[in-house]
């Protein structure tokens, strides 16, 4: 199962309040986007199909001995 | 299908460079890991007999293989032609008693190809990956996974020496291991990927590693399938079969194969997830079918190559959202009137 990164982070964040206002570093903002992307990213490769393909003419090609033909 | 920009053609048009940026490395790295294994090419495939060259089906793992009943349709005709079976259908195949004469294997996914050749690991790899219990033509299956992968696995190594692997140098280790273990006699080829010609060509690296032909796979295994049967085998009559490229109306978005991944791309947002998806009638039945952002590219491939094909293509698919330029939608009954028929000339 999968689920939304940002319903996640606000589910974590808990329904009460703290004494001390909980700063967030850069490197933890830093860290969260990594996630994020790299969630993303790997969500894209799903979609991006079993093989490379890019359109072309040719549906065979036998490298020097199809060239010299 | 309109050629507008939407949210739907915008993925479509992204996913070629998706893919690239995805399996470039991938792909240089598994040909250079199969190399020694690569020994025999699929032009080195010995001749096949008349019957086997008048006509050739090429089944693809789509819904319709099963509930077209397309298997045991052609165990009932006694089709002699020859079968080739994307990876996906080579077991449901081999469980209805149809021997395939050839399977065709090219994703180099690490972990999920190896289940359709009987994965010896295949409860570590379930608990990785829901991919599989999100695949239509395995419903059965999810109530018994593990039952179906040890019979699966005992079924392929009773009959793998009577069915030719056709393996692309993209195949992961284990599957290559795999499929050496139960005993099939392998033959290669690359995928042909983008232009050779061009500098940076990632097919033209992939022939430096080891020259093997390379063939058309249309971003998907049931494609290069269908290329290798056209290009190597070279029949007179060619059909395909379980080409669905999209799900049946009944079956729930949610249940489709990147429903979560595109849910990714719309923040979640299970509303405007519904603008990824795609109605189509199919002619032949005047069916409704559906189509997702991946399946859509795959369709729009296999009409490129189509129209470059030297000959016809068959689709006895009865379902789908495959038709086009150079394919005629005929039932499989109609193929195999075709495949019966003398030979021209």
New interface residues.
Partial sequence: ??Y?T??VSDILKGNFQVKRPVQETPEADAAKTSFKDE??RK??????????????????????TEEKK | MTAESTPFTR?VDR??D???????DT?LRNARCNAPSAKRTV?QLPALDAKKRRSAIVLSAGPSIRRKKQIDRLLAFGYEGSIIAADGAYAACLRAGLIPDFVVT????STRLIRWFGDPHFERSLAKD??FSRQDLDVDARKNAIKRNLDDFELINRHAPRTKAIV?S?APENVVARIAEAGFETYWFH??????TKPGS??RAL?EIQ?L?????????GT?AW?FA???LKPEVLAVAGMDLGYYADLKIEHT??Y??????V??DVERVKDYFVHVEFPLTRETFFTD??YF??RK?FL??AK??PMRTLNCTEAGTLFGENIDCVSLDEFFARSKEPALG
């Avoid at chain 1, 969500?43 to 020097?64: I, K």
């Avoid at chain 2, 032909?213 to 295994?221: A, K, L, M, Q, R």
Wanted: charged content about 15%.
């Fill in positions: 199962m999968m939304n940002h319903i969630y993303r969500a894209l490769g799903s979609v991006g199909g079993s093989m490379v393909f890019v359109e072309m003419d040719q549906l065979v090609w036998d490298g020097e | 993925l996913i070629r998706i893919g690239v940026a995805l399996h470039r792909l032009k090219l994703d180099p996914h829901d991919y692309a993209s995928p042909l990927v983008d232009d050779p990632i097919t022939y020259p032909p390379c063939i058309s796979t249309g971003g998907t295994v290069a290329v056209m290009q190597i194969q990147t979560y991944e595109l849910l990714t791309e923040d979640g952002p991946t590219w795959y491939n490129h190559l470059r094909a």
